[in-house]
């Protein structure tokens, strides 16, 4: 009777740990919110709570108490589209009141504290008016909830500009969080207090994670919401540490969501997860084409840059393999 060779036997062995490692790997899908999962009838989302809640914040922090101008007539649209609430906060204190990011962003987080604290006196019936889940959003979502256990988990979270106290509101005043496809939060995510939010709260990098103040710089709309890309990653991984990270996919309607999910791909901000591959579902569900948003993402780089263009966004019937699910 032979006995197998101590390299055969050991060969088998680490094939069954690579084995494993394939099974105990898990795919993170991150979602924009404004005409991403969320659409405005008619000019809600200039009038919206959430725009409101802009003005009453700069004029109550940094102002005589009273809201300022509105975002949408004090700045050009390109300055606010598809921006994170930090920068738009900043722009709009120097557009309405003549002060400089540099004696601004010191009291942002004030700023955003006030955002919320306004938003947050509304019922939900208020903070939804004039909005609604685009097509296709609840069941998609619904389909993803049942995908959050397994082998081949998929665990789904907001990389937005919104404020997280605030994305919280819309999530619940929309029907969104009761899909249940959105993963809990992270717990450093439970040292900020968004008061009467606790049990509504869920995964994701938001504005309120990071700003770099720089109003000067456009690339700051996207290369801003990168970092929240990469902080939802980070997050995601250290839920999960014993599982592997194969893939986030970040689905957006902005150009800036497309230069963000690249600049991850293709620069060093997920430096710390080499291997990763970065997917992209760019919608066309807000107000941009599919083709402006194809031209943006460029060519497919296999294995590390995947972006899909969808016209009809999440309604699509191929948006479960655009995630590569």
């Not at 919401?225 to 991984?237: F, H, L, M, N, P």
């Not at 948003?293 to 999440?314: I, N, Q, S, T, Y």
């Amino acid at each position: 009777m032979t006995t197998a060779p101590f390299s055969f036997l050991l060969s088998i062995f680490l094939a069954f740990l690579h084995l494993c490692e394939e099974i105990r790997a898990f795919t993170l899908i991150t979602f924009d919110v404004d005409g991403t999962l969320v659409q405005g009838s008619g000019n809600a989302a200039d009038t919206s709570a959430h725009a409101r809640a802009f003005s009453h914040a700069v004029g109550r922090v940094l102002g005589d108490g009273d809201a300022v101008t509105p975002v949408a007539q004090a700045l050009e649209r390109t300055d606010f589209h598809g921006s994170t609430d930090g920068l738009i906060l900043l722009r709009l204190a120097r557009a309405t009141l003549g002060i400089d990011a540099k004696e601004s962003s010191p009291r942002l987080d004030e700023m955003m504290a006030a955002m919320y604290e306004h938003m947050n006196a509304m019922q939900d019936a208020e903070v939804a008016l004039g909005l609604s889940p685009l097509p296709g959003v609840i069941e998609r979502l619904d389909h993803l909830e049942g995908r959050r256990r397994g082998d081949d988990r998929v665990v789904c979270g907001l990389v937005t500009g919104n404020v997280e106290g605030i994305a919280r509101r819309k999530m619940q005043a929309l029907g969104i969080y009761q899909t249940g496809a959105l993963h809990p939060p992270h717990r450093e995510q439970l040292a900020r207090d968004w008061k009467d939010t606790d049990a509504v709260g869920f995964l994701g990098g938001f504005g309120s994670d990071y700003c770099s103040n720089n109003i000067e710089d456009f690339d700051r709309n996207h290369l801003d919401r990168a970092e929240q890309i990469a902080i939802a990653v980070r997050r995601a991984s250290e839920l999960y540490p014993d599982e592997k990270l194969r893939r986030v996919v970040h689905v957006g309607d902005a150009p800036a969501d497309v230069l963000a999910a690249k600049a991850c791909a293709e620069e060093s901000i997920l430096g710390h997860l080499p291997d990763l591959c970065v997917g992209m579902v760019a919608v066309a569900t807000g107000s941009y084409t599919g083709e402006e948003l194809r031209e943006l993402a460029g060519d497919c780089k296999p294995g590390r840059w995947e972006p899909v263009v969808l016209e009809d966004g999440m309604a699509d019937e191929n948006f479960i393999s655009a995630c590569g699910l």
